[in-house]
């Protein structure tokens, strides 16, 4: 198990993961419970994107940050998936992209 002093808003925590990818893919959304089999540390919560939502950051079993977000029904999904403000960005890129592809072949 690998444990590590991270430094948080407001504070520090210690997180520990075993550093090991998840056997098996998450399906989402998960409860509480799934997440803690599968590896998942919480830890602070926050805001940090610009469609307001509350933040939950979480340690994966792999020992990267992911944003997540607790759902009406008290399970969690990661936080791009419902972004509105994620989506929008991606849309944009994917208009940008195809206006460059049609400026090489005129």
Same mark, same amino acid.
């Given at each position: 198990m690998k444990c590590e002093r991270v430094k948080l808003p407001g504070g520090s925590a210690i997180f520990c993961s075993s550093g090991r990818a998840a056997a098996t893919a998450m399906r989402w959304p998960a409860s509480s419970a799934d997440l803690k089999r599968a590896g998942y540390v919480d830890g602070e919560k926050s805001k940090f994107c610009a469609c307001g939502e509350t933040i939950f950051w979480f340690l994966t079993p792999a020992g990267r940050w992911m944003p997540m977000q607790v759902n009406s029904d008290g399970c969690w999904t990661p936080?791009?998936? @419902?972004?509105?403000?994620?989506?929008?960005?991606?849309?944009?890129?994917?208009?940008?992209?195809?206006?460059?592809?049609? @400026?090489?072949?005129?």
């Open positions: 936080h791009w998936m @419902n972004c509105h403000t994620v989506k929008a960005g991606e849309k944009l890129e994917r208009k940008k992209q195809a206006a460059r592809q049609g @400026n090489l072949f005129p």
